[in-house]
């Protein structure tokens, strides 16, 4: 269980190399998670189907790596779907000049067009019945077997929700990157001891590491509190690491990383249409209840959020 580029069987099946599966994964070979290969979708390390239950060899993986990647999670009509669902409600909000949702302030940028837009919607699912159900998929519940104890839960009202997330490469967006971070910070802000917690990602564009994208650090998440919280200058790094991994993704794919892994997101090399990324991300989080509400306040990493990353 590596990250080698090997072709790996298990008792799910195997892929022999397609990036479509029915129970099973493949590995690619390249730089950086990115193949040379004819598939610009293959990935150096293996992805998964995620079922009702999380197979031994997917708990191993995560376990070692601290993120795993998932296949067709949803499929296309259910992506563009969700799309024009976001483009409502944003078109509400840019309206309504809202300020923040739940004390979580709202990153506003220009698109191509010219067009303003929300580049990072916090709780999206608390405005809309169609991410709200997303959530109610069973198999998210399954992935609580990664941290497996009894208080695992959907972060639907804590945290910042369900965020979408829209990062597009223009002189006038406010969202490109992402520095690099760990997502525990967020436990330390709210004064509370570090709580394990995994961060949950539904790809509902494709983009290969050419694109920018996430990238991560595999096996950070198992190299104790002072890596996680010294390794990098929060937020404010954006320096490629030569340990970095990159992720290949499709439109519907689902992506989970703990929360004490480094990690980023890349400013794409393109500018315009061709940049444009956009995914959600829900944590799974455990310890004690933190609901936000309209009379929340922003944390400071939810500040810092909403002022860097151009």
Same mark, same amino acid.
């Given at each position: &269980? ?6 790996? *069987? ?8 397609? %990036? ?10 390249? %730089? ?14 293996? $992805? ?30 259910? $992506? ?23 004390? $979580? @302030? ?9 067009? *303003?837009? !929300?580049? =990072? ?5 608390? %405005? ?6 997303? /959530?109610?998929? %069973? ?45 525990? /910070? ?17 790809? /509902? ?8 994208? +996430? ?12 890596? &996680?919280?010294?390794? *990098? ?9 030569? *340990?970095?991994?990159? +992720? ?5 794919? +689902? ?9 980023? !997101? ?11 990324? =956009? !995914?959600?991300? !829900? ?7 933190? @609901? ?6 922003? +944390? /400071? ?10």
């Amino acid at each position: &269980m590596d990250l080698n580029g090997k072709e790996h *069987k298990t008792h799910n099946g195997e892929v022999n190399g397609k %990036h479509h599966s029915s129970n099973g994964h493949h590995n690619g070979n390249g %730089h950086n998670g990115h193949s040379n290969g004819k598939n610009p979708f293959h990935n150096n390390y293996p $992805v998964f189907q995620l079922g009702d239950k999380l197979t031994e060899e997917q708990k191993a993986f995560f376990d070692k790596n601290g993120f795993i990647h998932f296949k067709n999670f949803i499929n296309k009509e259910k $992506v563009t779907e969700l799309l024009r669902e976001a483009e409502a409600i944003q078109n509400d909000w840019v309206s309504k000049d809202y300020k923040s949702i739940n004390g $979580v @302030p709202i990153k506003y940028g220009t698109d191509v067009d010219g067009k *303003k837009i !929300v580049q =990072r919607f916090a709780f999206i699912n608390q %405005h809309s019945e169609k991410f709200s159900e997303i /959530l109610k998929d %069973h198999r998210l519940k399954g992935l609580f077997e990664f941290i497996g104890t009894a208080d695992c839960r959907l972060g639907e009202t804590e945290k910042d929700g369900l965020v979408f997330n829209h990062y597009i490469n223009t002189d006038e967006s406010n969202f490109s990157q992402l520095g690099w971070h760990t997502d525990a /910070l967020r436990d330390i802000f709210q004064g509370q001891k570090i709580m394990p917690m995994l961060n949950v990602g539904i790809h /509902l564009d494709n983009s290969t590491t050419d694109n920018g994208g +996430l990238r991560i650090i595999p096996g950070t998440h198992n190299k104790g509190i002072r890596t &996680m919280l010294f390794k *990098k200058m929060y937020f404010i790094s954006h320096k490629p690491d030569k *340990k970095e991994l990159g +992720l290949n993704v499709e439109a519907g794919d +689902l992506t989970v990383h703990d929360g004490r892994l480094w990690h980023r !997101v890349a400013r794409s090399p393109f500018t315009g249409e061709r940049s444009r990324r =956009r !995914v959600m991300y !829900v944590p799974i989080v455990t310890g004690k209840f933190i @609901p936000r509400d309209e009379n929340s306040k922003p +944390l /400071l990493y939810q500040r810092l959020l909403s002022i860097t990353n151009k």
